[in-house]
């Protein structure tokens, strides 16, 4: 199988926040997290664009690489999860993402950053599949249940397209062709090209 | 008697000045999605622990529930 990749199809967004809440919902997200969000690009503007951004799950993942205590992990399908009995709550990893996915609950004495959250592509974390410890951490494990991430099989209009990279790219393309336009994908080459993330993309390249 | 006594309350006393290893920990390892949840709410049409038809079905899915151009034309 190839990575489970996120994209969203910047032409169909309707910033209805049905993904937002579909996580919200799904994963019981805590109070002051939303693992996922709808911006919108030129708001009030005609012709403005809005995207559904959350983790993108890079193929190399600053977070992963900037962690001082090495929380972050990788499965075989490419999805970028961490163990929050490992993170200590330092923050580095929310400094280093380019779409600020990772998330801190704020209930902590004096303010003290929490375990870090964000999305986990509904694949849960390191405790057992489907137990009780890692939906109370991490949310439910649709991937080992046979489904899709909530966020985008809730999407009404099918903007936000999640699952294997090839199929992603498939339909994505099809939709292009058909329509003749929207060819940009939002984040694509940021999360999943083969230059290193954060570099900045060539002059007149698309991210 | 005593002696022992003391040198027990003393074993006592000093351990709690010993330090406590701060060791970085690594991430539990992860059981792979494929082998299932157990669940009652777990979608039909493959078999926990069968790498092939989950990735199958997945992809059917994806292709069901995400590619409008196919389902509609």
């Not at chain 1, 919200?24 to 403005?48: A, H, I, S, Y």
């Not at chain 1, 992990?73 to 709550?89: A, M, P, Q």
Request: glycine fraction near 12%.
């Amino acid at each position: 199988m190839a990575r489970m990749k996120f994209v969203c199809d910047s032409e169909r967004c309707i910033e209805c926040n049905g993904c937002v809440t579909a996580c919200k919902n799904e994963n019981e997200v805590p109070w002051g997290v939303n693992r996922r969000r709808v911006v919108t690009l030129n708001d009030g503007v005609p012709g403005e664009k809005s995207i559904s951004v959350a983790c993108m799950h890079c193929s190399d993942a600053p977070c992963m690489a900037v962690c001082p205590v090495n929380c972050f992990y990788k499965t075989d399908e490419g999805v970028v999860l961490h163990d929050k009995d490992v993170c200590i709550g330092c923050g580095y990893c929310s400094y280093a993402c380019p779409f600020g996915a990772p998330q801190f609950p704020s209930q902590g004495t004096f303010g003290v950053r929490g375990k870090m959250d964000k999305c986990t592509f509904c694949a849960g974390g390191p405790e057992e599949n489907g137990s009780q410890a890692e939906f109370e951490k991490y949310g439910r494990n649709r991937l080992a249940e046979g489904k899709l991430p909530a966020c985008a099989e809730m999407c009404s209009t099918k903007a936000l397209l999640a699952g294997d990279g090839d199929v992603v790219a498939d339909i994505f393309r099809n939709r292009v062709v058909q329509r003749g336009k929207g060819a940009e994908v939002w984040g694509w080459g940021t999360a999943y090209g083969s230059k290193k993330a954060g570099q900045a993309p060539e002059t007149g390249a698309k991210s | 008697m005593k002696h022992i006594a003391w040198i027990a309350v003393a074993c006592v006393m000093l351990a709690a000045c010993g330090e406590k290893p701060q060791t970085a920990g690594s991430p539990k390892s992860d059981s792979a999605a494929y082998t299932g949840t157990g669940s009652v709410f777990t979608a039909p049409g493959w078999k926990a622990g069968d790498k092939t038809a989950w990735e199958l079905h997945l992809k059917a899915r994806q292709q069901n529930s995400q590619n409008d151009y196919s389902r509609m034309n």
